[in-house]
């Protein structure tokens, strides 16, 4: 039997590549201002006379349950701020 283990493999074939874009980020709900920013995911970008927004989904505490709502809602792009993510740092392989 042939083995490969992870340490005779090329560096280039141990690490992803790094992501161009990133689909993780911060949102400032401005209505509420007392409230903290939320973590969400970017699922989509949308255009409408040169205002950018984006269709972000996040989750909710409901108080009485012990599950979270996932809310869905699309979000002017001045609100978010990117978060940077690189699953080779986040695994200790770069």
Do not use: N
């Not at 400032?28 to 989904?57: C, F, I, N």
């Not at 996040?58 to 001045?78: K, N």
């Amino acid at each position: 039997m042939f083995y490969i283990c992870g340490v005779s493999r090329p560096r280039r074939d141990r690490v992803w590549p790094r992501p161009q874009t990133t689909r993780h980020a911060w949102f400032k709900d401005t209505q509420d201002p007392g409230v903290l920013p939320r973590q969400v995911l970017v699922v989509s970008w949308r255009r409408h006379s040169y205002r950018w927004s984006a269709l972000v989904v996040y989750c909710l505490d409901v108080e009485g349950s012990e599950d979270p709502a996932v809310v869905q809602r699309w979000v002017p792009a001045e609100r978010l701020r990117p978060v940077r993510a690189d699953s080779d740092e986040a695994f200790g392989l770069r």
